[in-house]
């Protein structure tokens, strides 16, 4: 059996996917092809009509997105109950903090488009500080209320670990200063799941 995930190695949605397969025991099961959504000609645009990533493609030629839901499909198919647990309180409480999590990341992505796509005198200050205190928001939420790190991580410990991965990678790590007790969970969630170093991207 092999499933293709379309992504691009700094998303952190697709390093949620590819984090989420290893821990289930999936990631030979997977080939991963490099998506440029930017690109128009980019058969992303078909698999997905939102051309977003990541994109699962299954072995009967079903594109399912977007991360959570792929996330939810792997967990299935490794039997369930593992990565999205099972226990409906659990369950809720984990994809509250997936969603948090990916809000974070959308936040940030926001950023970097407004930065990157933007000439800088056309960039929008208020914009960029209404999506920064998102982040902000959820980060210190977190450092009061860090997740339980979980002998098998769940979808919400992961998307969390490459929501913060995320802000190492595009915003220098400045979160770091001011939630001391974060960067202790993000250091033992990398120190027990090896695929959150494997799928480190630095540009």
């Known amino acids: 059996m092999t499933m293709i995930l379309r992504s ?3 998303s952190p ?3 949620k996917v590819k984090i ?16 440029d959504t930017n690109d128009a000609n980019d058969t992303v645009r078909q698999q997905n009509p939102l051309g977003k990533i990541p ?4 072995e009967d030629d079903v594109s399912v997105y977007d991360s959570r839901v792929i996330l939810e499909y792997l967990d299935d198919l ?4 593992r990565i999205v647990p099972a226990d409906k309180a659990q369950r809720l409480a984990d994809l509250r903090l997936q969603a948090l999590a990916d809000g974070m990341m959308d936040a940030g992505i926001l950023q970097v488009y407004e930065k990157r796509m933007r000439p800088e005198d056309k960039q929008h200050q208020p914009w960029l500080d209404y999506q920064a205190g998102k982040i902000a928001r959820a980060l210190d939420h977190l450092e009061a209320h860090p997740p339980v790190l979980h002998k098998l991580p769940t979808v919400g410990e992961i998307a969390i670990a490459c929501a ?17 007790t974060l960067v202790k969970w993000l250091d033992a969630f990398a120190a ?12």
């Open 78 to 81: 490794a039997g369930g109950g």
């Open 20 to 35: 989420a397969a290893a821990v289930l025991g999936l990631s030979d099961q997977i080939r991963i092809e490099i998506a």
């Open 55 to 58: 994109v699962l493609i299954t």
């Open 192 to 203: 027990a799941v090896p695929a959150f170093e494997k799928t480190k991207v630095t540009a």
């Open 164 to 180: 913060l991965g995320y802000l190492d990678l595009r915003f220098g790590g400045e979160w770091r200063s001011g939630h001391p």
């Open 13 to 15: 949605f697709g390093r």
């Open 8 to 10: 691009s190695p700094p």
